[in-house]
């Protein structure tokens, strides 16, 4: 026998019977977001290495770690690992600046990180995620924040944490950063090596660390009060106070986690995630923030905006799962072409039917349309004759006889 061929490490293929949740997820996608005014964009799988680079941070373990790279004719390609940096490029190359504001995208689809597969955590995954463009002010912190609250709802999923926290501007979070450098200056040597890497290029990254013997450090008391410090400026406590009032006023239930940072560099004031209890240790299911240089850092006008990703699997793995539909109706007949047509006719009429193809014993067609169908559709000699069916109604197992432009009408109701 020929060797069998497997799935790459830390892919998955999405089978049929996971298939009605994955699809269920998309069309609330799309029905939530078309709601809070969002068009969907699909932006190439590869792109430039550079746009990551520049637009998600070469100081992240995303840009150092976690990217499929490869030359083609010379040129370096990546297969995206997130879609915002690749959201923004499109805005920026067809002109969406010019539109008017707020320009609200959202897209969906597979992405590609080199990381170490486990439980929640897989090399290509899927995100659906929403970026609106054009407003600064903190209404659009709290509304990107309710349309993912509103798309969880959906999805029956409304007893999940929203952590929130201001990053402030580059101006008070350099001093932040400063601080912090400042005060784990002795501690150098005692950092995990992770630690030790971003203390010069990325110090705010520390504060996640999830290494125990870092933990420990952060909680010497005198580190502590300057993590803990409230480091941000006016202007951004005033924004950040102003999306806490209206996250309040919308009802949404928050907490405030000051060590949320986020992986990416490219955040400034609100960031956000959204946890659930019951994911183990991967427990993100969403995780967003305001990006309000982007646009410019990649080469466009000064445009504010803020946005958010979901990762699919982990959504799909919280989701009530419901068994897949039976069929309308199965057609049991011994008359081949009469089954196949009246089976054409009613698909026509929008009736999901099949029929036995391999014209088995009338008593086994009856057996599979009982496992398979809601409905026996019953095509005998008699039927044929008189134009009628006789449709038992496989649940409650009686049966009637119809004409055959009423099967309809019986099924459906
Ligand atoms: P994590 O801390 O779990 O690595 P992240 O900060 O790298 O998350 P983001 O870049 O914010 O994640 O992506 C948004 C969401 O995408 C995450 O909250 C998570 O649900 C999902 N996600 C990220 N990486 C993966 C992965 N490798 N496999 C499955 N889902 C993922
Ligand atoms: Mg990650």
Known sequence: MAKII??????KDILP???DTWQFMEQQALEVFNRYGYKEIR???IEATELFARGVGDTTDIVNKEMYTFEKSEKSITLRPENTAGVVRSFIENGMTRQTFPVKLWYKGP???YERPQAGRQRQFHQVGCEMFGIKEPSADAEVILTAASYLKSLGLDNLTVEVNSLGCPTCREKYKQRIKEVLKPEFENLCEDCQARYEKNPLRLLDCKV??????????EIKSVIYSDFICEDCAEHYSKVKEYLKQAGVVYSENKLLVRGLDYYNRTVFEIKSNNLGSQNAVCGGGRYDSLVENLGGESVPAIGWAM???RLFSLIQKNPSPKLDGFVVSNYTPYALMLTQELRSKGLCVEFDMQNKKFTKQLEKAAKLAKYAIILGEDEIKNNTVSIKNLETSTQINVKREDVLKTIKG
């Open 6 to 11: 497997n799935v790459i490490k830390g892919t």
């Open 311 to 313: 990762g699919m699997e």
């Open 17 to 19: 019977q996971d298939i």
């Open 43 to 45: 932006t190439p799988i």
């Open 111 to 113: 992405m590609f990180r």
């Open 212 to 221: 125990e013997s870092c933990q420990k450090i952060f909680e010497k008391p």
